[in-house]
């Protein structure tokens, strides 16, 4: 088992984090040269692991000034590329809704794009338990909860879920979150307080609806949430609403027959955990709070 870090973080996120260490323990790291030979075939032949992400989703994954990938994602794959002597290259695949999608299609090898490990994801079913594909596996690096974004001042005084009754809400389209708020759009018919749900296909699109008066808030990942906050105009548009909610794992998304690439990428991860890259990593993005102790794969199960 990975050594700890010491590391502070929240009692939820603690607590989470507590059951990804007790399925940690035979994950452990590797050097660089063993790593690379446990590669498979085809990737140390071709040199290169391709990944999709959609690049709209700062500070996790991003489109930087001169066009390249930027954020936790590219950072932590760039970190990855030394210690398995391969590269790894971003493929941008427009909105997330197409993340999973053209990863069950071949299209690249992985995906990294802020991909929160779900149950249902890991087993292919829908928000509504219909089985849609033959499910993925995560390699786990990264814990973030439920963000919500507001007009500043908050003038809807939202601050929890069921806040959102009776308000319009944007969500970015094929996250959890859209699941989250669909399951919240019945809820609220219940008690006789109509939610509108408008879904987009970016950050920019969802925080447009919110500065528009479309929306009275945007649900998100926390890291988002909090950096569209800090920065979209200087910070003087939105305010985060509430508390991080709902604490889960992101995670690196493979096809489930990918078992030997998953396994070496688990390895991987937990080699920059302990020689301290991984820490680096997440406070040149100010998003320590999120850190795990080890990668373990599927850790939400």
Do not use: W
Request: proline letters at 3%.
């Amino acid at each position: 088992m990975a050594r700890s870090t010491g590391r502070v973080r929240t009692a939820v996120t603690a607590a989470v984090t507590g059951t990804l260490l007790l399925s940690a323990c035979s994950a452990v790291g590797g050097s660089k040269e063993k790593l690379h030979d446990q590669l498979p075939d085809a990737i140390r032949k071709a040199g290169v692991i391709k990944v999709g992400g959609s690049f709209t989703a700062a500070p996790v994954i991003f489109r930087n000034p001169d066009g390249k990938a930027d954020g936790l994602d590219p950072d932590l794959a760039a970190a990855l590329e030394k210690v398995l002597g391969v590269r790894l290259d971003f493929q941008d695949v427009g909105p997330f809704a197409n993340v999973l999608p053209g990863l069950m299609d071949k299209k690249y090898d992985i995906a990294m794009s802020g991909i929160t490990d779900t149950r249902e994801r890991e087993q292919g079913v829908d928000k509504d338990g219909k089985q849609v594909n033959d499910g993925v596996d995560f390699v786990d690096y990264f814990m973030a909860g439920i963000g919500t974004v507001v007009r500043k001042g908050n003038p809807a005084k939202v601050s929890q879920i069921d806040d959102l009754c009776g308000h319009g809400v944007a969500v970015k389209k094929g996250t959890t979150h859209d699941d989250l708020a669909t399951r919240q759009v019945k809820a609220c018919e219940h008690v006789g307080k109509t939610m509108k749900l408008i879904e987009a296909d970016t950050d920019n699109a969802a925080l447009d609806a919110v500065r528009a008066g479309q929306a009275d808030a945007y649900i998100t990942d926390y890291p988002k949430a909090l950096y569209n906050a800090q920065t979209v105009d200087g910070g003087r548009t939105f305010d985060i609403a509430g508390q991080q909610l709902q604490p889960r794992p992101f995670g690196i998304a493979l096809r489930k027959s990918d078992r030997q690439l998953r396994d070496v990428l688990t390895r991987a991860v937990n080699t920059l955990v302990t020689d301290g890259t991984y820490d680096q990593i997440l406070s040149k993005r100010q998003l320590t709070v999120g850190a795990i102790q080890n990668s373990v794969v599927n850790g939400s199960s």
